[in-house]
């Protein structure tokens, strides 16, 4: 919402966060570069809006057949996934039924372990009960800008808030809300 607005962030990513980024983004050109050996027609397309939902997304990667969003995480994080046996990040599968919309495919979220190169891979189709979420998600976003007003904060307190260039105006909100309940 407030990206949105053009508000400028209130929390800028640190160094390190820009540098994690950095080595995701490489990792993901290298895993593309291989599929592109395999699969000629991979691409990867631009920003792209679903007009129905006035959303704009970029999948990281489009095959003749499905939608590829990939994300690269460190092995702790990546192992103890697995371990849990929780699946997928819920964001990341959300980000990608976008993609899938966008292209009217299915899709695969790839999981690439950075310090070891393990893959996990997680396959979605279009009628995946997390388009009902993401369907939710996207109407809340477009309720809250037609009344421009902005949602409920739900990343505070939580490890979402480092990633959010907003975070110290989502905290100042959502203790705005709290003190005057």
Do not use: T, W
């Given at each position: 919402y407030f990206s949105r607005k053009g508000i400028t962030p209130t929390h800028p990513l640190d160094a390190r966060t820009l540098r994690i980024f950095s080595v995701g983004n490489t990792f993901e050109k290298w895993l593309f570069d291989i599929i592109k050996k395999k699969?000629?027609?991979a691409r990867q397309p631009e920003t792209m809006t679903i007009k129905e939902w006035d959303v704009r997304v970029r999948p990281d990667v489009e095959l003749e057949g499905e939608v590829l969003e990939i994300k690269t995480v460190h092995s702790q994080k990546f192992h103890w996934m697995l371990k849990k046996n929780e699946g997928a990040d819920k964001h990341y599968?959300?980000?990608?039924?976008?993609?899938?919309?966008?292209?009217?495919?299915?899709?695969?979220?790839?999981?690439?372990?950075?310090?070891?190169?393990?893959?996990?891979?997680?396959?979605?189709?279009?009628?995946?009960?997390?388009?009902?979420?993401?369907?939710?998600?996207?109407?809340?976003?477009?309720?809250?800008w037609a009344e421009q007003k902005p949602p409920a904060p739900r990343c505070v307190g939580t490890w979402l808030a480092k990633y959010c260039p907003h975070a110290e105006l989502c905290k100042k909100i959502y203790n705005e809300v709290h003190t005057n309940q």
């Open positions: 699969h000629p027609e599968l959300m980000q990608l039924y976008c993609g899938m919309k966008a292209l009217n495919k299915p899709g695969r979220l790839v999981y690439l372990s950075k310090d070891d190169l393990v893959i996990a891979e997680f396959v979605l189709k279009l009628d995946d009960p997390i388009k009902d979420e993401v369907e939710a998600e996207v109407k809340l976003l477009n309720d809250s």
